[in-house]
């Protein structure tokens, strides 16, 4: 999958292989782009996706598949949703920025007797400043990565925007804003500023 082949380019094949081989991947393409002017064949190759969500006679709309599959699948998971601000621009559908804002209310209040974890995606270029303090405000917690430079290179950082019952405790020990850094090795987090 293309998720898989980008994880290759910066992580070592055989760690990708068994983190992979526990993940499943839902595609909502069909509901995506149905009423849209994308030809079919562009994204309708896959069958499994189409049959678990009742064929393609199915006319649901992307945010009811989206609620079929986090039903069916999210309990006890952690589940990684690509991305948010894709349901508004959802073509076709007839989707107000509340109702995402009330999805996610609604997803939060869910994921604690799912007894899982929904990590969302957002690009915040997409968004107004209300519109990201609306998503702030309806989950639980918010890491904003961004790029800082110093000196001749560029850092990548992890700032924690919210994160109920944990914030507080970060804002005491002054570590909200944290470097980030992919490797071989995976994903390191530092709360030790490196002078470049």
């Known amino acids: ?18 983190a992979t081989d526990a993940v499943t991947f839902h595609d909502l ?3 995506y ?6 030809p079919r064949d562009w994204y309708s190759d896959r069958t499994a996706t189409i049959s678990d969500l009742g064929g393609d006679e199915d006319r649901t709309s992307v945010p009811e598949a989206l609620g079929d599959v986090l039903s069916a699948h999210a309990p006890n998971n952690l589940v990684v ?24 209310k609604g997803l939060t209040k869910a994921s604690h007797s799912w007894d899982g974890l929904i990590l969302l995606l957002v690009n915040i270029d997409t968004l107004t400043d209300t519109e990201y303090g609306q998503l702030m405000d309806a989950s639980e917690g918010t890491f904003e990565f961004t790029w ?3 000196g001749s290179q560029r850092a990548r950082t992890m700032v924690v925007r919210q994160f109920r019952g944990v914030l507080s405790q970060l804002e005491d020990e002054n570590i909200v804003r944290f470097e980030t850094e992919i490797h071989e090795g995976g994903f390191d987090v ?6 470049r």
Do not use: H, Q
């Open 29 to 31: 393409s069909a509901e």
């Open 148 to 150: 800082e430079s110093g």
């Open 33 to 38: 782009f149905r009423l849209s002017p994308v």
């Open 81 to 104: 949703i690509d991305s948010i601000s894709d349901l508004v621009g959802a073509t076709g559908e007839d989707i107000e920025w509340s109702d995402v804002t009330t999805l996610l």
């Open 190 to 195: 530092s709360d030790v500023r490196k002078i």
């Open 1 to 18: 999958s293309l998720i898989r082949r980008e994880l290759e380019l910066v992580l070592e094949t055989e760690m990708v292989g068994a």
